[in-house]
Every structure is written in structure tokens, then in C-alpha cells.
């Protein structure tokens, strides 16, 4: 969910930063799948590309190796994951929608990375609950990105705090819906955005308050929260 202006509601700021720093640096087999999805009906479902570029840039910080993918959509974020970590890398990618997967995957082959993403096609929480019910998996992951249904942005965080490492990142897409969590008058706020508003408000104020997570709210993208697991 990030328009054109992206949350900086400036077209020409968010073009500059576009053109001068992300575009010009983005790899190709992510600008033909971002490129591919422009038609879908749900485009602007795509991690927005700047917001790209500081997960990669984080996944390289901590040389992460596995991590998990809740919202994979038609995978902008996903094939950025699998370009940023080693050959030997492992993501575990969650989406219920597989068809949209598949209209990245030609992308993800021919960048050679498929063998490093593992898709799950179903709801992500019974999925993140089976992997906690695995031996060996706790605390495992270096790194989890969460762009999916915000209602359960909470349980994530839960289940995610148990599979990622201390010292590993969690980042959540959309912590600032389209500016909207900051508009007091509800009516101002167009009524298909308002459910997820409110919910991202919750989420907001629960994260600022976990002592278990050293945070910074960035506003790159449609808003992100990038968590440390310190406890
Ligand atoms: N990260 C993606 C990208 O870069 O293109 C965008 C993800 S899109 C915003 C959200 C995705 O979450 C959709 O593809 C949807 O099918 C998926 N989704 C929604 N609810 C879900 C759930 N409970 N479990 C798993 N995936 C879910
Ligand atoms: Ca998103």
C-alpha cells in the first residue's frame, strides 16, 4: 500500500529519491518482476522500492543466511531476499496466493535464486506455529519480513520473536498506511482504510512498548518498522 508519493506525500522528493538512489541501483531481474506486476489489479501491493532497498541493505548488515517471508504477493521483496543472501541461503516464503507467486517466479529463475526460497502455500500463522513445533528451529532464523494481513501482525511478532535469532532483524511493511495513523477525524479517512488503521495503530503502540525488540519506524516505503531482537 504505498502510492505514487509514497509517505512523504511529495511526488518530486519521492521521485528523486527513486531516480537518484534506487532505480538506477535496482537489479535488473527485480525491475522486469516490479515491471511484470504493474498490470496486476493489485500492483500497488508491491513492496514499495525504497523500502526494497533498506531490506537488502539490512539483510547484508547481518550477513543473514535464513529467513522467513510473510506476504509474498507476486515476490518484489522476496526475489530482493533471495539476490541479498549467500548461495546458501534459505527463505521460507508464506503466501495462500500461489498464482501470484507464479507470475514472479520466471523472474526468480532466471536470476538463478530458486533454489534458496522454499513458498508455503497457505496461511502463514498455522505455518510459523508448525516450524515452532519443529526441533531445531528456534531461534534459528537471522531475519523475518512481514507484509501481510495486519490483523495478526501481533501474533507474528510473537511467533517470529521465538524463531528469529538475538541479534536478528524482524521488519514490518505498511506501519504507516498511507499516513493515515496520524489523521485524528476518522471521517477524513477513506472507508476501506480504516479497519487496517486501526489495527496498525494497535500494532504501533504494542511494538514502541516491547522491551524485547530495539526498533526504528522509518518512513521509507508505506512505512516500516525495523525490529533487533535484544532480549
Ligand atoms: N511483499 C510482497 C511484495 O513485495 O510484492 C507484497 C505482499 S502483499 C502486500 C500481501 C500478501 O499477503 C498477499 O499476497 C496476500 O495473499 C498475503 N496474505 C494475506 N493474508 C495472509 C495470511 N494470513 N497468510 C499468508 N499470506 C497472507
Ligand atoms: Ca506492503
Do not use: E, I, L, Y
Given at each position: 500500500m504505498s502510492g505514487i508519493n509514497g509517505i512523504l506525500m511529495n511526488t518530486e522528493l519521492y521521485k528523486y529519491i527513486l531516480e537518484t538512489s534506487v532505480f538506477p541501483r535496482e537489479a535488473e531481474p527485480l525491475r522486469e518482476l516490479r515491471n511484470a506486476t504493474?498490470?496486476?489489479?493489485?500492483?500497488?501491493?508491491?513492496?514499495?522500492p525504497d523500502g526494497g532497498q533498506l531490506m537488502a541493505l539490512l539483510l547484508k548488515l547481518i550477513n543473514a543466511k535464513r529467513t522467513i517471508e510473510i506476504g509474498v504477493f507476486t515476490g518484489y521483496s522476496l526475489l530482493l531476499t533471495a539476490l541479498s543472501l549467500p548461495d546458501d541461503g534459505k527463505i521460507t516464503a508464506i503466501d495462500m496466493d500461489r498464482q501470484a507467486y507464479e507470475i514472479g517466479l520466471p523472474m526468480i529463475r532466471k536470476a538463478g535464486v530458486e533454489h534458496k526460497i522454499e513458498f508455503v502455500e497457505s496461511p502463514a500463522l498455522p505455518v510459523l506455529q508448525k516450524l515452532l513445533e519443529e526441533p531445531g528451529n528456534e531461534g534459528c532464523f537471522d531475519f523475518a519480513y512481514v507484509d501481510a494481513d495486519k490483523v495478526n501482525y501481533i501474533s507474528y511478532h510473537e511467533s517470529l520473536l521465538k524463531l528469529v535469532r538475538v541479534g536478528g532483524v524482524i521488519v514490518y511493511d505498511n506501519t504507516l498506511w498511507g499516513g493515515t495513523v496520524a489523521v485524528d477525524d476518522e471521517s477524513l479517512v477513506a472507508e476501506d482504510f480504516r479497519a487496517i488503521r486501526l489495527q496498525t495503530i494497535e500494532f504501533n503502540k504494542f511494538i514502541a512498548a516491547d522491551a524485547r525488540v530495539q526498533i526504528a519506524h522509518v518512513s521509507a516505503g508505506d512505512g516500516v518498522i525495523i525490529c533487533l531482537r535484544i532480549a
Open positions: 504493474a498490470d496486476h489489479p493489485r500492483s500497488a501491493m508491491t513492496t514499495a
